[in-house]
């Protein structure tokens, strides 16, 4: 295990041995707390999209369901007669230029693992930009009438008008501190100024606010080198099976293998890991199951018998007309201001 997800483990777990990093969060805080009112202040620039932007984000490292959720809402927002788009820093990618607009052949190592698999799963305009005012003008360009801005909660320079934070239900809050002395980037009264908090799964950790249900549902299996789709059961591939996840909690995909009765070695890899022919060379020579995130990653060198568990988030009616009431509020805000 590596000297990072010790670490983390031990943010979530609540490890005594983080103790002495307490006073190093307690100013990681007051930072971040300081640098949201220079913003707030107008004392640092915010450039405001001239449609509406929903951000999704978290206040936690370490992976909470982020993806799912963008593109569930990236399909919903087409269903109500938007044209959405895309904005992502691109973390993991070096593009030869930004911005960089993202479609589902784009070289991975260019765009990063993310923005590509929300291009192949969505089929909307992604721009990946480490400024994402930048990559958000040119969604804007390119004729998209509302933004999602991913993993962007604590990016200020662009201006927003719903925010939605996901938590991950299993891990909550972890041990409630801010970096380095918890897994946290902001301290938890953020979730009271936020407009929703989503929660991945059952909540085993008590909020202090108000949250949505977000359940993540296996919907079928892709096979990485053809594309072709099977069903849930029965299962296309021999058991046992090497699972691997380069995700920010891999044991959240491990353990919804589990469920569906696939057994086998589970590899663990770090967030956004590069992979290459190596990566999937395993003893003994098995079956290969793995997420979205790591298929855009191996498209060109993954053997034969690698599998994608496809996956969609699935929320409650209840938020849907609440968003629709939101962003039915907004655009008629919009048009009295035109």
């Not at 967030?271 to 498209?299: G, I, S, W």
């Amino acid at each position: 295990m590596s000297l990072a997800q010790r670490w983390l483990d031990a943010a979530y777990g609540g490890s005594a041995w983080l103790t002495p990093l307490y006073p190093l969060g307690g100013l990681y805080r007051y930072l971040m707390r300081r640098r949201a009112q220079r913003y707030h202040e107008g004392h640092k620039p915010v450039w405001q999209a001239p449609v509406p932007v929903i951000v999704v984000g978290n206040i936690t490292l370490g992976g909470t369901g982020k993806s799912p959720l963008v593109a569930w809402l990236s399909r919903w927002l087409i269903q109500q007669g938007f044209s959405p788009g895309i904005v992502t820093r691109g973390y993991g990618g070096k593009a030869p230029h930004y911005p960089l607009l993202v479609s589902p052949a784009t070289d991975p190592q260019h765009s990063g693992d993310e923005p590509l698999m929300l291009a192949q799963q969505t089929g909307v305009p992604v721009a990946a930009d480490p400024q994402r005012a930048r990559g958000a003008e040119l969604l804007v360009r390119q004729g998209c009438d509302i933004l999602i801005s991913d993993d962007g909660l604590q990016h200020l320079a662009l201006g927003r008008d719903i925010e939605l934070v996901v938590v991950d239900g299993a891990r909550g809050l972890g041990n409630q501190r801010c970096l380095p002395a918890g897994p946290l980037r902001e301290a938890p009264a953020r979730l009271s100024s936020v407009d929703a908090v989503i929660v991945n799964g059952e909540l085993q950790h008590p909020l202090a606010v108000a949250s949505v249900a977000m359940q993540l549902v296996p919907q079928r299996w892709r096979q990485v080198a053809s594309g072709r789709h099977y069903p849930l059961q029965p299962l296309p591939f021999a058991l046992p099976v090497h699972g691997l996840a380069g995700i920010g909690n891999p044991q959240r995909f491990f353990n919804t293998l589990r469920e569906l009765g696939v057994a086998g070695e589970m590899h663990p890899l770090a967030d956004h890991q590069p992979f290459d022919e190596q990566t999937l060379q395993f003893t003994p020579p098995r079956p290969v199951v793995m997420t979205a995130k790591d298929a855009v990653k191996c498209q060109a060198f993954a053997p034969p018998d690698s599998w994608v568990l496809e996956v969609e988030a699935q929320l409650p009616q209840a938020f849907e007309d609440w968003l629709a009431n939101r962003l039915s509020a907004l655009t008629q805000r919009g048009c009295t201001d035109g």
